[in-house]
């Protein structure tokens, strides 16, 4: 059911309005509140639904967003004219098959993830074939010249090998940004032993702000 907000609170002060899923929005402008920067948005689901960079575009930030389902295309061309949008699974592999559920937001390349989304009574729409690509040559997508402020990366199980590419030996630090948001588990203790934020503790990272679903690190 959509309300208008007055009619459902009664609440006439000024409010923030969050469009992610846990307030991670909030959260990255409460720790970065330039009104322009750029984004690098890695499993990007919708322009607007679950978005963690919709509202980082309303204060002025532009950015990347890259997704494996080809049918949000039109969405992003039509809601966020300044961005790109990208189809690529991003991993180590040259292509794979991407599971799309009725309930987009769960969508998986990851096997184990698809079928414990089954297993909990989650719907099959289809499986697709998409093209791979490593964070590692994504980052290259950035156009010369512009400083890379943010990744968001969730890909519903596939953020551990997404993240492996940066442990190149020969990979230029000064392409990451100064911030990384993560999907991770829940729990203190569960989030320091987390793959990917080892991964990202080795390249320099620090947790700045634990959320329900993610975690906030920077450098």
């Not at 959509?2 to 469009?19: A, G, Q, R």
């Not at 090998?161 to 100064?178: G, I, Q, R, T």
């Not at 700045?208 to 906030?216: A, F, G, H």
């Amino acid at each position: 059911m959509i309300s208008e907000i007055y009619s459902l609170t009664k609440f006439d002060s000024p409010f923030s309005v969050s469009f992610a899923q846990g307030g991670e929005d909030l959260a990255l402008i409460s720790f970065e509140p330039k009104t322009k920067g750029f984004y690098l948005d890695i499993g990007a689901h919708h322009p607007n639904r679950f978005s963690v960079t919709r509202l980082l575009y309303d204060k002025g930030w532009s950015g990347i967003n890259v997704d494996a389902n080809p049918d949000i295309a039109p969405d992003f061309k039509e809601w966020r004219p300044r961005d790109t949008f990208l189809n690529f699974a991003v991993g180590e592999r040259s292509e794979y098959v991407f599971t799309r559920f009725e309930e987009s937001a769960i969508s998986t390349t990851n096997l184990k993830w698809k079928n414990k989304f089954q297993a909990e009574g989650n719907l099959i729409l289809d499986e697709i074939t998409v093209p791979g690509i490593t964070l590692k040559n994504l980052l290259e997508k950035v156009p010369i010249g512009t400083k890379l402020d943010l990744i968001n990366l969730d890909i519903e199980g596939g953020d551990v090998e997404a993240l492996s590419s940066l442990l190149d030996l020969d990979f230029n630090l000064e392409k990451l940004p100064k911030w990384f948001l993560i999907e991770t588990p829940i729990g203190l203790e569960s989030v320091i032993d987390s793959e990917q934020v080892k991964i990202l503790t080795k390249l320099g990272y620090r947790i700045k702000c634990i959320l329900p679903m993610s975690t906030l690190l920077g450098r």
